[in-house]
């Protein structure tokens, strides 16, 4: 039994008639470590579980933040599309962040208890804090009031170890608090590929329907639709060969059977869809023929400038090394009269470019007005269409020299696919001959992208007076600086099958696109179109903007004619697609998987951030740990008997019996005057674990 004298002041120990005995003297094992004893099984629980679940759940949110992958989630796995499309990200996120939470809050309490036993025998506290780090060792409520005990006595002692350990864990664990809110900051709402829907589409037109070709120039209509296609390349270089033939190949492109307001999120297609074949050709012509002006009547123009002559194909096709194709098959000839107006040079430093088709009168079927051919096996067919592309740099008055008739010079240079002629003073006139394969079809196809596609525009900027082609010249693989199909916003042809070129609406295709090009339903003779904004002359059809700035920025970007024909024709062939759309009545079977706004992870910073909280929170944890183990032999974490048994010494029986009813604040405010430094420490006199100074034990005096 213990007894207290008070007036003397005394600490002796009598002989008790209790019957309890000292689990120290009857355990002979009580001196050697024992990690269960000293830390307990719920703290092992609580050290060991919070140091697997939390690296756990950052593992899970990692899944979470890499599961998207490259694209837009069509190739994640389907427990992440799951939770993605089910709108469970933030639940997830605030979910894993609550595991973390608990666990680090569990363990700060734990590690709390093993800290103030490390301090309470090792480095010591002031004797006015020796009862509040001793029961800190049975319960705490966590690590912030044992740094406020340290920070009050100095701030340098947080350059030592334990304390510097626990200032890691204090601050770990109230940041793992907005875990969740920093998470949060990473996600935002990005298009995720949903699930296959199949319905059905109008793909064709019923019998009832009347079909009549257009009776207005498609050239002088604005292009509305640049939507993104499947394309399927043709593997030749457009680039002319050592004779100056440039041949795009036959390049097929498939179109969306869809409008504009849901097309651009559409990330798998699978069912019917029409396609245009194209194939454009060009080499240097050889002409014969004069050049003439004549009066412009009411036109604002000193003159109008024309070329007249005829094409020998025979020396065309011998200087670009080619065999002779046939030049007529059935009841349809390649045109070799032309008729064209010459444009001038309106600005000092532009050409001026005309794209001219030669007279048609007499050379083909004119109950078969159509010029589409199946360009695949062969660049130039008797069914091709012929272009005399033209460009020169001379104004009116450079071109005054022709007065009334001058002929067209022999035995022009030649560069590629272009021939050049030198007249009068200082101008260059370029002419290519260019034979166009166009043929609609329609097929089964499986087409998909990764990403939502962005349909590029042709902004005008009216102070300038000009159009950027830029982006809508990328879509048609006619701008040199973005090659990939990613960067053309492609969609990837995964298959096609059971294609074919004959109905009835696909022939209507066929000649609205011949009537779009020459403007009107009856036979043209000697159309020109006016191929840059710039050019200043006469022409049967002057384009809009879009058309002939699309043309005129591919010749300039690329010097290739051929690219330039193929990405006009191909832009009035969309617009054309779409247009008709509406008039489909007859429902088919498809299959269309769109992309839908969903909450993801679209950052990696405050996941970053939280993993190093995390990992810092538990290095100082399994630190703190080993520093208990290696450097205590009184503790025991979460007991309380000995917390208090070890309390009572000689140093502290005073204060004990004088403050049973005291502030802690008032028994510190006591102690100013004397509070040295105490150590909980074996006692050799008397053989208890108790408190003693530290200085006494330090010099052996215990």
Known sequence: MVHFDIRKGTFRSLKSASTFTSTVKSDPRSGKWRFRESIGRYGILVIAGGSILSPLMLGLLAILWA????????????????????????????????????????????????????????????????????????????????????????????????????????????????????????????????????????????????????????????????????????????????????????????????????????????????????????????????????????????????????????????????????????????????????????????????????????????????FFSDGRN?????????????????????????????????????????????????????????????????SNVDLSTPHDTVEPTVPYDPKLQTADTTAVRTLLGVNPRAPTPSDRQLLTVNSISNTTIDSRLLHYFDGALTSGIFGIPDLPSGTTINGDGASYGVSSINPFLDYAIVFQDTLNETNRPALAIQATFTIMAMEMHYANLAMLDVPEDVSITMAVPATVPVRWTGFAIVVAIVGANTISIIAITAVFLLRTRYSKQGHFWHTISQLISESTVDILQASPESRDDHVEKEMLANDPIVVIARCKRTGRVQVLRKDDVEKGRV
């Open 378 to 442: 062969s660049p130039i067919t008797p069914h091709s269409m012929v272009f005399l592309v033209t460009r020169n740099n001379g104004s009116f008055d450079d071109w005054s020299f022709v007065k009334n008739v001058s002929k067209i010079p022999d035995n022009p240079s030649r560069d590629d696919e272009w021939a050049r002629w030198t007249l009068g003073d200082n101008i260059n006139l370029d002419a290519s001959i260019c034979f166009s394969e166009f043929l609609w079809d329609m």
């Open 67 to 370: 599961g998207k992958g490259p694209g837009t989630g069509e190739d994640a796995s389907s427990s992440w599309r799951n939770i993605v499309l089910k709108g469970w990200v933030t639940e997830a996120v605030t979910l894993c962040s609550l595991v973390i939470q608990v666990c680090t809050s569990a363990q700060a309490l734990i590690c709390t208890s093993l800290a103030a036993a490390t301090v309470l025998e090792t480095t010591g506290v002031p004797l006015s804090q020796v009862a509040e780090f001793s029961t800190m060792r049975g319960a705490n409520d966590g690590p912030w009031r044992l740094v406020y005990l340290i920070l009050k006595s100095s701030v340098r002692k947080f350059l030592a170890l334990q304390p510097l350990l626990m200032l890691i864990l204090f601050i770990g664990t109230m940041a793992t608090q907005f875990a969740s809110t920093i998470l949060v900051t990473d996600l935002d709402v990005a298009p995720i590929t949903g699930y296959a829907n199949h319905t059905q589409l109008n793909l064709s037109v019923s019998d009832g329907i009347p079909l009549a070709q257009p009776s207005e120039s498609q050239w002088i209509l604005k292009p509305t639709d640049y939507a993104s296609f499947g394309e399927i390349p043709s593997g030749i270089s457009v680039q002319p060969t050592s004779h100056g033939f440039s041949d795009t190949g036959n390049v097929k492109r498939i179109f969306l059977p869809l409008g504009h307001d849901n097309r651009t999120q559409i990330h798998h297609y699978n069912g019917r869809a029409y396609g245009i074949n194209s194939r454009v050709a060009c080499a240097a012509p050889v002409l014969s023929g004069e050049f003439q002006t004549f009066d412009p009547g009411a036109k604002p123009l000193p003159f109008v400038l024309t070329m007249i002559g005829n094409i020998s194909y025979e020396a065309t096709f011998r200087n670009a090394g080619l065999d002779m194709p046939p030049l007529c098959a059935d009841g349809k000839c390649l045109p070799s009269q032309f008729n064209c107006t010459m444009p001038t040079a309106g600005i000092p430093g532009r050409l001026g470019t005309y794209m001219c088709a030669p007279d048609l009168s007499n050379v083909i079927d004119t109950d078969n007005f159509t």
